[in-house]
């Protein structure tokens, strides 16, 4: 009887063990280890290596300051530019160095395909970039999603810039054929249509120069404004080109991505073109926290190369800080489910509690909803520089 | 008939940059016999170049045109020297792994250097279109267009006539042969992969404003390149230039009256159907043989 209840103790006690060790993970005594995952090469590097570059910024701004109740933060982000890579990195991550928090910094082609993984294996999991509904649905209890609205809101945000300065009638949808252009597409022509406006729709390959072939369609359909879903680079050639094909007169309107500097040297006299943007600021606007910001990036990377930072340095940089925040709450019950429920509880999370710069907009969770945030800011090109309108 | 004008302008403007590009590979495949895989990289260092004097330094777009082309052409003929030659008894399969890698890591040096998703290059031309009748012709396409045309012909006439170009001519028509009656294989080889280079460099620097910078650019324009020198004949720089128009307005007109999802797969169909039905090519170089 003695060696029986000795066996159920062990049990219990080695049980609660493991238990304990495997909610544990990636958290000892003096670190949390925070895994990231994007792509840092390929036609998306512009959003996972800025994503990279803005998350380290904060883990050391953090660390320096002593870390999130006396542990420092370790970032350890992994390369994934294609869906396989993405899913590959993800178990990675988190069944081999075992880190506590994963961070999907990929943009939609990644956040999607890693969306079942992380549902499956219960790994707190903070969406910074995808805003494919593939992530978001069904809601995953450790799913948290940042900076990056969903493709309704983004949606609903978009149009309102296409009607602000007139009533158009023809609207052309220039979208590229990969996941980020294509969910926005799938929520917002359906909207449009609804409205009652005439929509033509024309698509095109990621990285493409050459828009001759859309661009004439649209002059066909004789629309009056144009509203491009892919990348700045993708958007500026084709507003340059859309001059080549006499496609004068239209309002151009272009989604977040294609907010950067980097697109008024290809279209030259770029301004009154509006879109949206997911920070209070666009870098290199008068205003102190963004000054700051800047500052601290060059300090840390020198001079930022043409169209750098840009919103995944900034996003990526605000996600620590909102992290830091659920950590902060979770105090030193640092399993995953407590991490969650104090993520859950997280209102109006802004870097500059804790001393960091407030370059993004506040987020706030709850238990039915984990979209961080839904301000966007307008973003119109003024003078040839982007600026975010108060 | 003015739409299908615009569509056919939008195609030139990007055949002639394909043109350019094949046009090099065509040089120097045709005066070595190395299919060049790095092409594309000295395509893409040519228009960072482009960037460098252009943006970097704030000098005239035309001291582009002038600096940058030698420079490529000297970084080819180096890479010949120091890397290829080593390899020129290997067998033709070492060589062409030898150069898909070299491609491989000029492009990703690039992209150490410069972590940007683009690197933009304004136009040397600001001023206002030529209007002919509703047709819209605007000064970068016509200077793209242009001067990618007579620097292909400048560069076949060079090739047929020039007292430089003799060794190359040599190699082309008998490669034994020419070395049996003295022409060097160093010196000969240096200057293809200098005139290969200098005219991937005049490609980067027309592509730079039409394209921008980012390192996918080495990829579209290898690809398309390749598709230009095979449908134009591998051998014949006359036809890499008619192939690269060709393919240009090929692409161009399947999206507009097709689908735009066509653009690039009628490129390879193209490919097929020439090498299938034409195996030399559209405009094959005309062989005469004096007995």
């Known amino acids: 009887m003695k060696l029986y209840r000795l066996i159920q103790v062990v049990l219990l006690l080695s049980l609660l063990g493991a238990g304990s060790a495997s909610a544990q993970q990636g958290v000892t005594e003096d670190t949390i280890l ?293 950590i902060d709450k979770a105090d030193d019950d640092l399993t995953w489910e407590n991490l969650i429920a104090s993520w859950e509880r997280v209102e109006g999370a802004l870097p500059s509690d804790f001393g960091g710069y407030d370059v993004v907009f506040p987020e706030s969770f709850s238990a039915t909803d984990h979209q961080g945030n839904d301000h966007l800011g307008t973003a119109v090109i003024q003078d040839g520089v982007w600026t975010v309108l108060p | 008939m003015t739409e299908l004008a615009l569509v056919l302008l939008g195609g030139l403007n990007f055949g002639a940059i394909y043109a350019l590009a094949a046009l090099g590979i065509v040089l120097i495949h045709k005066a070595t016999k190395t299919v060049n895989f790095a092409h594309g990289a000295f395509v893409l260092i040519g228009a960072l170049g482009a960037y460098i004097v252009q943006v970097q330094l704030s000098w005239s777009a035309w001291l582009a045109y002038l600096l940058v082309p030698p420079a490529v052409g000297a970084l080819a003929a180096l890479i010949e020297l120091v890397l290829l030659r080593p390899l020129r008894r290997a067998d033709a399969f070492s060589v062409v792994i030898a150069t898909v890698f070299l491609g491989i890591a000029l492009s990703e040096g690039v992209r150490l250097i410069y972590n940007a998703e683009l690197l933009t290059v304004p136009s040397p031309f600001q001023g206002a279109p030529f209007l002919i009748g509703p047709v819209i012709l605007t000064r970068e396409v016509l200077w793209t267009v242009a001067g990618s045309l007579l620097i292909g012909i400048g560069t076949t006439l060079a090739f047929r006539r020039a007292r430089v170009a003799r060794g190359m001519r040599a190699m082309a028509a008998n490669h034994r042969g020419a070395q049996l009656c003295g022409y060097s294989v160093d010196r000969t080889y240096a200057l293809a992969w200098f005139l290969g280079g200098a005219l991937a460099g005049v490609a980067g620097v027309f592509a730079a404003p039409a394209k921008g910078i980012s390192p996918d650019l080495p990829i579209a324009v290898i690809a398309a390149a390749f598709v230009a020198a095979v449908v134009g004949g591998f051998d014949s720089l006359k036809g890499a230039v008619a192939g690269g128009l060709l393919l240009g307005v090929v692409e161009t007109l399947a999206a507009a009256y097709g689908d735009s999802a066509l653009k690039n797969a009628i490129s390879f169909m193209l490919l097929f159907v020439v090498m299938l039905y034409r195996p030399e090519g559209l405009f094959p170089e005309v062989k005469t043989r004096h007995v």
Not at chain 1, 53 to 76: C, P, T
Not at chain 1, 138 to 143: H, Y
Not at chain 1, 206 to 223: G, I, M
Not at chain 1, 303 to 314: F, K, S, T, V
Request: charged letters at 20%; aromatic letters at 10%.
């Open chain 1, 34 to 326: 925070i895994g990231a995952l994007g792509p840092l090469t390929g036609g998306t590097a512009f959003i996972g290596a800025p994503g990279r570059d803005g998350m380290q910024l904060a883990v050391d701004a953090l660390n320096e300051q002593g870390g999130i109740n006396g542990r420092k933060l370790e970032l350890r982000f992994e390369a994934a530019l294609t869906p396989a890579e993405s899913v590959a990195a993800a178990k990675k991550l988190v069944e081999q160095d075992k880190v506590f928090v994963l961070v999907l910094a990929s943009g939609s082609t990644g956040a999607a395909a890693a969306a079942d993984y992380v549902r499956s294996v219960g790994v707190p999991t903070y969406n910074i970039f995808g805003a494919t509904p593939v992530i978001r649905e069904p809601f995953a209890d450790n799913v948290f999603h940042g900076a990056i609205t969903d493709p309704r809101t983004s949606a609903a945000a978009l149009i309102e810039r296409l009607t602000r300065d007139g009533d158009p009638e023809r609207i052309g949808l220039l979208a590229g054929s990969y996941a980020f252009p294509q969910a926005n597409l799938s929520v917002i022509r359906p909207m449009l249509e609804e409205r009652g406006f005439d929509v033509t729709v024309e698509t095109f390959d990621q990285n493409a120069k050459d828009f001759t072939a859309q661009l004439v369609s649209f002059l066909r359909a004789d629309v009056d404004a144009v509203l491009v879903l892919g990348s700045f680079a993708e958007a500026g050639f084709a507003i340059k080109q859309a001059g080549q094909v006499g496609l004068g007169g239209v309002h151009w309107v272009v989604d977040g991505s294609a907010v950067n500097n980097a697109i008024v040297p290809i279209i030259g006299n770029a301004d009154g073109i509006l879109g949206y943007y997911n920070a209070p600021f666009y870098p290199g606007q008068d205003a102190e926290p963004m000054e700051r910001y800047l500052a601290l990036w060059r300090a840390a990377y020198g001079e930022p190369p043409q169209g750098r930072p840009n919103i995944y340095d900034l996003t990526g940089y605000g996600s620590v800080y909102v992290l830091a925040h659920a």
